[in-house]
């Protein structure tokens, strides 16, 4: 009996660790192929990570992100200013239904600012090829092509493949009419069969 009581609370806890979500289509276009093939080793990497990184970077796709992971993340803005933050997913297996939550920004003084002002975009990637000597005519096979971080997908959800790297832009547009404050949010990052995964705001 205490055996089986084992199981069942052992059951509990395997349950607890993950969290179902309604089913989504997530089906978008299917990006272009790397046409880099040199070989990167993600054996380091165990399951679906997480971090803020810097606006100022485009995460290569098929790179494991150099990174400390950071959960921890504070703006400052106007009211009617619009802040931006990249968060950065990375992982060695398929995860699918991947989503992104936020939950109401409150302040100390018990101010609330609903989560519609924040918005999640997707990263998707596209082929470019290098500057080289400017614009002008060129002869594509002259120079080399590779895929960059460029656009924000307004999909629900998306599917992350093996041995591959997630940017996510995040946007905050502070109301006109919020009351001056230091405000608290969450976000949440939902993988089907993954265990939820937070982040902090403020």
């Not at 971080?149 to 992350?160: G, H, K, T, V, W």
């Not at 949010?185 to 069969?193: D, N, S, T």
Request: with cysteine.
């Amino acid at each position: 009996m205490k055996y089986l009581f084992k199981l069942f609370v052992a059951g509990l806890l395997l349950l607890s660790c993950s969290t179902d979500r309604p089913e989504k289509d997530c089906e978008t276009y299917a990006e272009a192929p790397d046409p880099d093939t040199t070989f990167i080793n993600w054996s380091m990497v165990k399951g679906l990570n997480c971090s803020f990184g810097s606006i100022d970077k485009r995460y290569n796709k098929r790179e494991v992100p150099d990174l400390t992971p950071v959960s921890d993340w504070k703006g400052a803005g106007w009211r009617g200013e619009r802040l931006s933050v990249q968060i950065v997913l990375w992982s060695d297996k398929d995860i699918e239904q991947v989503e992104i939550e936020f939950t109401p920004f409150k302040s100390a003084s018990g101010s609330k600012i609903d989560k519609s002002i924040a918005q999640a975009h997707f990263v998707r990637y596209v082929l470019t090829d290098e500057f080289a000597n400017g614009c002008g005519y060129r002869k594509p096979e002259n120079f080399s092509v590779s895929l960059s971080a460029d656009i924000l997908d307004n999909a629900e959800c998306m599917e992350i493949k093996a041995n591959t790297t997630q940017p996510v832009w995040l946007t905050f547009r502070i109301p006109a009419t919020a009351e001056p404050g230091f405000y608290k949010g969450e976000l949440f990052i939902y993988g089907r069969g993954e265990k939820k995964r937070k982040m902090n705001i403020s």
